[in-house]
């Protein structure tokens, strides 16, 4: 008897420790981004104004049932790098896992309805859905999660359903996840690794307040926002002397924008912001560069309400 609660005990653990099973479904990738949405949609509820949906957005609403403020749960977002600049996908495309409230027979019969063909594939139906010029493929894995992506070709999906078999092995998933997950800070709803800066860049730089911040052209990143209480942004530098010039670059942009923002109006938004930058701090831990900062509780609720604004 000792044994087997010995067993359990450390099949809970191990299950508490592991990335969440949407994460570990993704495929190979240069970066991942994941939220757990769960503990918004209170908040998100109380502050939602009346919505004013786009005509594409309502018919799908109303023939899927899915309303993604109200019914999505969890996202996790693969992100691949796309180097042909010909390619619709250019300069990233996207695989992702998504965990909510659905009625998979409406949503099959959507997904029928704008699909330009079919395969089958290790027991699903991959929806092919033709989309300004590339092909999102989508499919039902389970009562309640779609796996969707847009790459030029179907390795990816495929990969999905392949980790869906072997999904209870807890610490099964993609090579990023195991390198990268165990330094993730505990009890964080929202995190991302890797080079989540593709989608984000241009000509290698980020832009805050109209500065670039040079970046190289694998700068991977760690980032993990816990609600309410903190952010935290890590860059992997290539050399501790990169890693210093970033925390030169990254300090004056902060005394920048905080300066600019010392005469902005005393609106939620704004006091939300002014609370980020006074407590954000800059850091250098060896070839890391570390930005902290406080996240109020006001300040998430408020976020969280502007995103439940409409379409």
């Given at each position: 008897m000792a044994t087997v609660v010995a067993v359990l005990a450390l099949a809970v653990y191990l299950r508490f420790k592991a990335p969440?099973?949407?994460?570990?479904?993704?495929?190979?990738?240069?970066?991942?981004?994941?939220?757990?949405?769960?503990?918004?949609h209170g908040a998100m509820r109380k502050g939602l104004k009346p919505v004013v949906r786009a005509p594409e957005y309502q018919a799908f609403v109303d023939a899927t049932g899915f309303d993604w403020e109200q019914d999505l749960d969890e996202a996790a977002v693969a992100l691949h790098r796309v180097t042909d600049?010909?390619?619709?996908?250019?300069p990233v495309a996207y695989s992702m896992v998504l965990v909510g409230k659905l009625d998979g027979k409406r949503m099959a019969g959507f997904l029928d309805s704008h699909a330009a063909s079919r395969e089958s594939y290790a027991g699903h139906t991959i929806f092919?859905?033709?989309?300004?010029?590339?092909?999102?493929?989508?499919?039902?894995?389970?009562?309640d999660t779609v796996a969707i992506s847009n790459t030029p070709t179907p390795e990816q999906i495929h990969s999905i359903l392949d980790r869906h078999r072997?999904?209870?092995?807890?610490?099964?998933?993609?090579?990023?996840?195991?390198?990268?997950?165990?330094?993730?800070?505990?009890?964080?709803?929202?995190?991302?690794?890797?080079?989540?800066?593709?989608?984000?860049?241009?000509?290698?730089?980020?832009?805050?307040?109209?500065?670039?911040?040079q970046l190289e052209p694998d700068t991977a990143f760690?980032?993990?926002?816990?609600?309410?209480?903190?952010?935290?942004?890590?860059?992997?530098?290539?050399?501790?002397?990169?890693?210093?010039?970033?925390?030169?670059?990254?300090?004056?942009?902060?005394?920048?924008?905080?300066?600019?923002?010392?005469?902005?109006?005393?609106?939620?938004?704004?006091?939300?912001?002014?609370?980020?930058?006074?407590?954000?701090?800059?850091?250098q831990q060896r070839n890391r560069v570390v930005v902290s900062a406080t996240l109020s509780g006001d300040l998430a609720g408020m976020l969280l309400s502007g995103a439940g604004g409409g379409k």
């Open positions: 969440p099973e949407a994460a570990r479904l993704l495929p190979e990738s240069d970066g991942i981004v994941y939220a757990n949405l769960r503990p918004f600049p010909k390619s619709p996908n250019f092919n859905v033709p989309s300004e010029g590339r092909t999102v493929r989508v499919a039902i894995i389970g009562y072997s999904a209870a092995l807890p610490f099964s998933g993609s090579t990023l996840l195991a390198e990268h997950y165990s330094e993730i800070p505990l009890l964080s709803s929202a995190w991302g690794m890797g080079q989540i800066g593709l989608p984000f860049t241009e000509s290698g730089k980020i832009q805050v307040l109209g500065m670039g911040l760690l980032a993990s926002v816990r609600w309410p209480g903190a952010l935290r942004v890590e860059e992997i530098a290539p050399s501790e002397t990169v890693a210093a010039k970033q925390v030169a670059n990254l300090t004056l942009l902060l005394d920048l924008a905080r300066t600019a923002t010392e005469g902005l109006g005393d609106q939620p938004a704004n006091n939300g912001l002014k609370e980020v930058l006074k407590t954000a701090k800059v850091s």
